[in-house]
């Protein structure tokens, strides 16, 4: 090639573009440098200096730029260029994005609020032959700007009666005192079904195993009513205390929205039955014990808008003709994870109601759980590990975009 063809394409190649991907803080960067068009014709990449301080590598064999950014950058990398055996040099801009992460802040919730709570809570503990961990996390949308954690969760039982209660509240993110409204609803009720008398549990279980036997499978409504009849008064007087609560904080019941799952579960020796009540959008799910088979306990009150959202403060939702199926009954012979939780959860993980119903989505989450997840959080759900709660709310810590809710998940395996 001729000197002073050589210099032309050298100009010309000053002023072609080569635009590079921008790259992320901590992800994975690769690309196959392939310079296409006459122009790059007999042009050889020898090396491209700048890329020591930014984490990456070029390898010309391969003609690969690759590596994990560690920090944020805004630099220009200087491409060594053979052009016809001559070399010149191209400068090229390139960006190291931050990890989105790393833009969030946690900042301290007010401990001096009169409604404070934790930002983090987590417990397990043995559940008859199987265990439960259950834990509530202050989301990064509160952390960032120092609000409270909304989520509530509440655990009880009834003694020598063997029932236990699990309840799960999200209080409503434009509600001035849903912090309060979540803990008040998941306390109130789990304390109220602690303190009912034997016999009525008596009488509850009488009812249960009459149904359970009348027949080769149980009538859903005869169940349905069963578990109306016990849990519906104790929903009234929980209504009825966030009322009087309201009025003695010269507050509108509004003040205090949040959501409300309740699970009331016993061991038998023929099985487990398990009653539950909800209003909004706190799944409880059943899978069975070959994990094959997802059985949702309750309806949601979600929509495509945050207005679909209905809450246990709202006396609307008694007068509705579906508040009958807000409750339900079952019997089961074994189940091999009960779960509940709050849409910090939900929405991450299943982003919509038909994915619920998904055995394989619910097995996602699972394998999510024993590690499958790119933060490499592992909860192992076996009996006696003393760490399993704390590994759950380590867990809890997933990033997924646009997901910056408080979350509360509780599990029976």
């Not at 090396?47 to 003609?63: F, M, R, V």
């Not at 205390?241 to 949040?258: F, G, I, K, W």
Request: charge should be negative; glycine fraction near 6%.
């Amino acid at each position: 090639m001729e000197k002073w063809e050589i210099f032309q394409r050298k100009k010309n190649l000053e002023e072609k573009r080569i635009v590079l991907p921008n790259a992320t803080v901590g992800k994975t960067y690769q690309v196959v440098l392939n310079l296409e068009g006459e122009d790059w014709n007999e042009v050889i990449i020898s090396n491209i200096t700048g890329l020591e301080q930014i984490g990456l590598t070029y390898a010309a064999e391969s003609k690969t730029l690759s590596g994990i950014p560690l920090e944020p950058a805004d630099v220009k990398l200087v491409f060594q260029l053979l052009v016809a055996g001559e070399a010149m040099e191209k400068k090229i801009p390139f960006a190291v994005n931050p990890d989105p992460r790393s833009l969030w802040k946690t900042l301290e919730s007010d401990p001096n609020d009169p409604w404070w709570k934790a930002d983090e809570v987590h417990t397990q503990q043995s559940f008859g032959t199987k265990q439960l961990v259950a834990a509530s996390k202050r989301g990064r949308a509160h952390a960032n700007i120092g609000k409270f954690r909304e989520d509530h969760y509440a655990l009880g039982d009834t003694g020598t009666q063997g029932w236990n209660i699990l309840a799960v509240s999200d209080g409503a993110g434009s509600a001035r005192l849903s912090r309060l409204g979540s803990k008040v609803a998941a306390e109130t009720i789990v304390g109220h079904l602690e303190e009912l008398p034997a016999s009525a549990y008596e009488q509850l279980e009488a009812q249960l195993m009459m149904t359970s036997h009348n027949g080769e499978k149980p009538l859903e409504q005869e169940l349905q009513h069963i578990a109306a009849t016990f849990l519906g008064p104790a929903i009234q007087e929980l209504y009825l205390r966030l009322e009087t609560l309201a009025n003695s904080l010269d507050a509108q019941l509004s003040d205090l929205h949040a959501t409300l799952a309740l699970c009331l579960i016993k061991q038998f020796d023929e099985g487990w039955a398990i009653l539950t009540f909800s209003v909004g959008d706190c799944p409880i799910s059943l899978l069975n014990s070959k994990q094959n088979e997802v059985t949702l306990l309750n309806w949601l009150d979600a929509g495509e808008y945050g207005g679909a959202t209905r809450f246990v403060t709202m006396s609307e939702i008694f007068e509705q003709p579906d508040y009958p199926s807000r409750f339900s009954a079952r019997i089961v012979p074994d189940f091999s994870y009960l779960m509940m939780m709050s849409d910090g959860i939900y929405d991450a993980k299943f982003e919509t109601t038909f994915k619920l119903a998904q055995p394989e989505v619910w097995n996602r989450l699972i394998a999510d759980l024993e590690g499958d997840n790119p933060e490499g959080h592992q909860v192992k759900l076996q009996k006696g590990n003393p760490n399993v709660a704390a590994a759950l709310s380590q867990w809890m810590d997933f990033w997924s975009p646009g997901n910056h809710d408080d979350r509360t998940l509780v599990i029976i395996y």
